[in-house]
């Protein structure tokens, strides 16, 4: 198949952020992208977590938010793909727009608020594809839910059965109140749950991550990782 960038690009770039990307994962979804020209040099491979890596460069989430391209995007070249965040019911997320391009420095801001399809509707994409690839799944809660222990175990425990690993997102700044989660104290009680959840799933069970905010000091950090050694 031919390189279709070159025309494509410039086309999307006429639309608005957020309907470019909405017809990227159409054109993914229906094949229209180049699938990678060449096998990974062996040298690239990397074994984490009990688990092969065909090349350490993945595809993080955000673009497919709700698992619809996880095929289409492993035969990319990735080397693991994260679908999400997912939340445990469907949202819409933030009031449009809220996708934003810095043209200048070729990157964009988003701040969606988690706009989601659903535990159910993702679970259900990914049971019906084969179980191949290095996938993960991040996990989000609810704008409105009370409980997000409750929240992301129930994440935990809906994708555990196709996912090799999956994340506990607790950076978002786009839903009210969950950096709140990345103290010392509120990340200990959250993952001690998580734990909990994660020792009675049936093997094999997804490798658990956390997911902390880009823009911590130096003494967060520390605190996070103390946290996080601990819970394993």
Request: avoid cysteine; glycine fraction near 8%; proline fraction near 9%.
């Amino acid at each position: 198949m031919p390189d279709l960038y070159p025309i494509a690009g410039p086309l999307l770039r006429l639309l608005p952020p957020e309907w470019a990307h909405a017809a990227a994962l159409r054109a993914l979804r229906a094949g229209l992208v180049p699938e990678a020209r060449a096998a990974d040099d062996p040298v690239l491979a990397t074994r984490l977590w009990s688990r092969d890596f065909p090349n350490p460069i993945g595809l993080a989430p955000g673009l497919d938010k709700d698992g619809q391209a996880i095929d289409a995007t492993l035969a990319l070249g990735f080397g693991f793909v994260e679908v999400g965040g997912v939340t445990p019911l469907p949202q819409p997320g933030n009031p449009r727009p809220r996708l934003f391009r810095l043209a200048e420095d070729r990157a964009i801001v988003n701040r969606m608020g988690f706009n989601s399809a659903g535990h159910a509707s993702v679970a259900a994409r990914m049971r019906m594809r084969a179980r191949r690839g290095i996938v993960g799944v991040n996990l989000g809660r609810n704008k409105e839910s009370a409980d997000a222990a409750a929240d992301f175990i129930a994440g935990l425990r809906a994708f555990a059965p196709f996912a090799d690993f999956v994340t506990v997102n607790v950076s978002s700044p786009n839903t009210p109140g969950l950096r709140d989660l990345q103290g010392k104290d509120r990340l200990r009680a959250l993952l001690a749950h998580m734990v909990a959840a994660h020792a009675t799933l049936p093997p094999p069970a997804p490798v658990l991550l956390v997911k902390i905010a880009a823009d911590l000091d130096e003494a967060t950090l520390a605190d996070l990782a103390e946290v996080a050694l601990e819970s394993r």
